[in-house]
Nanobody, 125 residues
Framework: QVKLVESGGGSVQSGGSLRLSCEGIGRALSSFTMGWFRQAPGKEREFVAA????????RYAPSVKARFAISRDSVKNVIYLQMNSLKAEDTAVYYCAASLRTETVVPDGRSYDYWGQGTEVTVSS
């Protein structure tokens, strides 16, 4: 069992940057494949990025590749999502998720076992 707590959301202008954090409480996040997902108003939840438990494999949605970077700090037990060159279409609630399936990094939210409460990101054009 692990509790995930996101932070770092906010409002930013187009072209700006934000760094989201996801803190794990109760268990080491190094036990999990970790992912970030987002849900925009009126849209379905979509995959953003994921990182393997050993941090050697990352995967990104095509819409954010080269702009976003996922990383993990095992000492602090935190996962980060650095978001650069933000666009209005990045506006969404961002969720951190943990998967017990460590053999692969998958973009399917159904493969994730634990979810945070979300942090809101608003990008104005």
């Amino acid at each position: 069992q692990v509790k995930l707590v996101e932070s770092g959301g906010g409002s930013v202008q187009s072209g700006g940057s934000l760094r989201l954090s996801c803190e794990g409480i109760g268990r080491a996040l190094s036990s999990f494949t970790m992912g970030w997902f987002r849900q925009a108003p009126g849209k379905e939840r979509e995959f953003v990025a994921a990182i393997s438990y050993h941090a050697t494999v990352t995967r990104y949605a095509p819409s954010v590749k080269a702009r976003f970077a996922i990383s993990r700090d095992s000492v602090k037990n935190v996962i980060y999502l650095q978001m650069n060159s933000l666009k209005a279409e990045d506006t969404a609630v961002y969720y951190c998720a943990a998967s017990l399936r460590t053999e692969t990094v998958v973009p399917d939210g159904r493969s994730y076992d634990y979810w945070g409460q979300g942090t809101e990101v608003t990008v104005s054009s």
